[in-house]
């Protein structure tokens, strides 16, 4: 058994979310220990955009702003993504980890695999895509839902949970989104260029089998997954008040980041 | 540049020496492992770096990997090719896929690296071989 740490956060906002997985990846690579999993969630809404993505480009920031959404650059790949109705996760481990000791792909089957049997012990029969290697559907500017890539979790092809990763010599995280009921498609109406509707390529939990999963419900099968998978026990971590005051720190600077963009507000 | 006469690091880079100039690049199984390159940044010529030092980052379709100085010494040249054509990197990660030149501060820091069949011991390794 190894022991990994938990953080089972409540919401927060899209700069507070992505600023805590950010400081757990130089924290578990500083320490060359624990694994982390983080489950959490999004209030308000959020879209998260590629590291290496332009908002202006791909998104009518006006109009999320209007509407009250969050705007935040995650440091991992993929594409702008709306959080909502969602379950987040991020695991974050140390190079050389032992419940990690493959390579970038063997990292993303293991953990679609723990999502997969989450998924399915709460009745909702997901399975890994098989996928081309590596595809890139198209434009940098569509959304993450439509791009297709190896090991995506689907049901009935339509994807459910979408993923991302950021990997340096000491550690990666990997974070991801399981949809709980409709709304990420939403997406669509806040991105350049015609994308249609998003109703056939993306499904979610109430989708699949007839009602929501609760957060607590999915947390809950979550942890019992990934435990199953990697022969992990979970010690609950609280971060310290050093770790508190380097989160809010980034948790600012990526608020402040798309504030001044198209009359954007300070949030987080 | 021939795979086996580069020298590579744990983080799948792999470096070619002519004299003291080292051509650095990622090796076919980190781009194969990545998938389709859609992103690359690389630092600004002329910028002195201490080896192992981060210099850029590469984006997948899923991941951002960061990049590293494999060696000491000043950048005197970047590959423009694979910034504005990504899939160069996939398609030959050992010839026209270089990243960076780099006048080397000792060519010794080279001896740290892995030999390619050292580097294909790792791979094994990592494939649990």
């Known amino acids: ?268 | 540049m021939v795979p086996e006469e580069c020298r590579f690091t744990k983080e799948h880079e792999w470096v070619y020496a002519e004299d003291d100039v080292a051509v650095i690049g990622i090796s076919e199984y980190a781009a194969g492992e990545l998938g389709d390159i859609v992103y690359v940044e690389l630092p600004e010529v002329d910028t002195e770096v201490q080896q192992m030092d981060p210099i850029g980052t590469i984006e997948a379709v899923k991941t951002v990997a960061e990049l590293f100085s494999p060696v000491s010494g000043t950048i005197i040249e970047i590959n423009e090719e694979i910034i504005e054509d990504h899939e160069t990197v996939n398609k030959s990660p050992f010839a026209d896929g270089w990243f960076i030149k780099i006048k080397m501060e000792d060519p010794g820091e080279l001896e740290v690296l892995f030999s390619y069949e050292e580097y294909q011991e790792y791979l094994g390794e990592q494939a649990g071989e």
């Open chain 1, 1 to 268: 058994m190894q022991r990994w740490f938990l953080i089972d956060d409540g919401p927060s906002s899209g700069a507070v979310n992505m600023a805590v997985d950010e400081r757990l990846l130089s924290m578990v690579g500083d320490k060359g220990g624990e694994p982390f999993l983080r489950l959490y969630s999004f209030d308000p809404p959020a879209v998260t955009i590629g590291y290496h993505q332009d908002p202006l480009k791909i998104l009518d920031v006006e109009k999320l702003r209007g509407d009250g959404i969050d705007l935040v650059r995650r440091i991992t790949g993929g594409r702008a993504l709306l959080h909502e109705a969602e379950l987040t996760y991020c695991v974050a481990a140390p190079a050389g980890s032992p419940s990690f000791n493959g390579g970038l792909q063997e990292t993303f089957i293991g953990i679609s695999r723990a999502i997969v049997a989450a998924l399915r012990s709460i009745g909702v029969k997901a399975e890994i895509a098989s996928g081309k290697p590596g595809m890139s559907s198209g434009a940098m500017a569509s959304p993450c839902l439509v791009s297709a890539s190896r090991h995506e979790i689907v049901c009935r092809g339509r994807k459910i949970a979408g993923n991302a990763q950021r990997r340096t010599r000491t550690a990666f995280i990997q974070h991801g989104s399981i949809l709980l009921a409709p709304g990420s498609e939403r997406i669509t109406s806040y991105l350049r260029g015609d994308w249609g509707g998003l109703e056939d390529l993306v499904t979610s939990v109430r989708a699949e089998r007839g009602a929501a999963a609760t957060g607590e419900e999915m947390r809950e099968a979550m942890k019992a997954s990934f435990a199953e998978a990697y022969g992990a026990f979970f010690e609950p971590f609280v971060h310290g008040n050093a770790d508190r005051e380097i989160i809010a720190s980034l948790a600012r600077s990526k608020a402040l980041e798309f504030s001044a963009v198209a009359g954007g507000r300070r949030n987080g």
